[in-house]
T-cell receptor, first 119, second 114 residues
C-alpha cells in the first residue's frame, strides 16, 4: 500500500531553533507539494516541485523557510529560525503529473502531517 | 480570482440525512474540481472529483453537482452516517495549463449525529 510518509510526526521546539521536516513521496510520483494547515488559514500551499525542480514557492515566507528535493525520494522543508506563528500542521502531498502537459489531472496523496509547536 | 469560497463552515446533520456543502469559484480556467475528506489527525484524502464536461458525478453515497454557468459545485452526502463526520475541502485546479496545484476552500466541519 503506497503512501506518503512524513517525519517527524510531532515536533516541539523553542523559538529561534531550526526545524527540518522530511517527506518521502510515493515511489514514481513526480510532483511534491508542501502545505501548512491552521485553524485560521486552512490549507495553504507553501511550495510545489515537479521532477525535483521548484515550480512555485510563492506561498512560503522566503526569509525563514526553504524547501528542497535532494533526490526523488526525499523532500525537505526547513524553518530557520522558527517562530511561534509557525505552529501548524505541515503536510506533504505527492502526485503523478502526466508527461504530456495539459492532459489529465493528478490526484494529490497527502501524508499524515507533521504537527509543529514552536514555544 | 484564485479563491474558492466554501460554505457552510460547519454542519450538523442527523444520521440518515443529506449533507450538502457548497463551493464557488471565479477563475473560469479551473477545470478539475476534487473534494477531499480529512479525519482528525490524518491528512486529507481524495473523496471524489469532477471535470466541467459533466454536471454530476456519483460514487456511492457521494455526489458532486456542478453548475458551470454559475461557477458553483457542491458535494451531497446521502444517508449521512456518523462515520462521515470529518472536515471536507473542495478544491479547484487547472491541469490543462500544465500546473497541478490546487486552490482549496476553507473547509466544512461535518458532524453526523447518531
Amino acid at each position: 500500500d503506497a503512501r506518503v510518509t512524513q517525519t517527524p510526526r510531532d515536533k516541539v521546539t523553542e523559538m529561534g531553533q531550526e526545524v527540518t521536516m522530511r517527506c518521502q513521496p510515493i515511489l514514481g510520483h513526480n510532483t511534491v507539494f508542501w502545505y501548512r494547515q491552521t485553524m485560521m488559514q486552512g490549507l495553504e500551499l507553501l511550495a510545489y516541485f515537479r521532477n525535483r525542480a521548484p515550480l512555485d514557492d510563492s506561498g512560503m515566507p522566503k526569509d525563514r523557510f526553504s524547501a528542497e528535493m535532494p533526490d526523488a525520494t526525499l523532500a525537505t522543508l526547513k524553518i530557520q529560525p522558527s517562530e511561534p506563528r509557525d505552529s501548524a500542521v505541515y503536510f506533504c502531498a505527492s502526485g503523478l503529473a502526466p508527461k504530456k502537459s495539459g492532459s489529465g489531472a493528478d490526484t494529490q496523496y497527502f501524508g499524515p502531517g507533521t504537527r509543529l509547536t514552536v514555544l | 480570482q484564485q479563491q474558492v469560497k466554501q460554505s457552510p463552515q460547519s454542519l450538523i446533520v442527523q444520521k440518515g440525512g443529506i449533507s450538502i456543502i457548497n463551493c464557488a469559484y471565479e477563475n473560469t480556467a479551473f477545470d478539475y474540481f476534487p473534494w477531499y475528506q480529512q479525519f482528525p489527525g490524518k491528512g486529507p484524502a481524495l473523496l471524489i472529483a469532477i471535470r466541467p464536461d459533466v454536471s454530476e458525478k456519483k460514487e456511492g453515497r457521494f455526489t458532486i453537482s456542478f453548475n458551470k454557468s454559475a461557477k458553483q459545485f457542491s458535494l451531497h452526502i446521502m444517508d449521512s452516517q456518523p462515520g462521515d463526520s470529518a472536515t471536507y475541502f473542495c478544491a479547484a485546479s487547472n491541469p490543462t495549463s500544465g500546473t497541478y496545484k490546487y486552490i482549496f476552500g476553507t473547509g466544512t466541519r461535518l458532524k453526523v449525529l447518531a
